[in-house]
């Protein structure tokens, strides 16, 4: 009687007992792609909070953990992960993140236009700076706008200085950017191409540029 033909995920026994699983070869280059994705992504802890219930035999401890995650090229996400330990809110705060990344639109590394944003009692102020400015921020605002990539920038936060509104005013306000190109398509209008003004000549070479055109046309 023939054996039954074992499938990739039935355990295996080596030679001394252990249990082995056995993998597929399809599955190697999915796994290589997403451990090459999750290197490119840079996970920031923004604030740690502990919380304390009283119960009967003494205090029982809760921590959250706020993470920030981005590729630095236009996707970043916001995540709060709750746990009995610090290292298990970091790694679910993370995980959140990551499933919930959207994508915002840059110009070069700065944003396209000034944009205010509310939450709740936080306020973000969002300005577009020349480059070589580098990020004027906070480390909360700054902390999302370097996940998403944005390298010149200058903020400011108004009213409330709680970490986690903070950081959902700045990426509301990022998602709210909107690129020249996106709005002229969505009113159906073709953006032209800009073009660059005459070069200003000094005073002398002026006047005779001035004195050839006009003995030309004459």
């Known amino acids: 009687m023939a054996e039954p033909s074992k499938t990739d995920s039935e355990p295996l026994r080596g030679a001394r007992g252990a249990v082995r699983v056995r993998r597929s070869k399809a599955a190697e280059p999915e796994m290589a792609l997403e451990a090459d994705l999750a290197q ?103 902390a999302v706008l370097e996940s998403a990539g944005v390298k010149d920038v200058l903020s400011k936060s108004l009213g409330s200085k709680n970490a986690t509104n903070v950081v959902k005013a700045t990426l509301a306000a990022l998602q709210r950017l909107r690129l020249r190109a996106d709005i002229y398509a969505s009113r159906g209008l073709t953006l032209k191409p800009k073009t660059q003004p005459p070069p200003v000549l000094p005073s002398g070479e002026r006047t005779a540029a001035s004195a050839e055109t006009a003995s030309v046309t004459a």
């Open 40 to 142: 490119e992504l840079t996970e920031k802890v923004v604030f740690i909070n502990r919380s304390a219930k009283v119960v009967k035999g003494g205090r029982r401890f809760n921590f959250s953990a706020l993470v920030v995650t981005g590729d630095k090229r236009g996707y970043v996400g916001v995540g709060m992960g709750k746990a009995g330990e610090v290292a298990d809110a970091i790694r679910k705060g993370g995980e959140l993140a990551r499933a919930n990344m959207v994508h915002v639109s840059l110009k070069d590394a700065t944003i396209p236009h000034e944009i205010v944003s509310r939450y709740d009692g936080a306020c973000v102020l969002l300005r577009p700076a020349s480059p070589g400015t580098g990020i004027i921020a906070g480390k909360t605002v700054r």
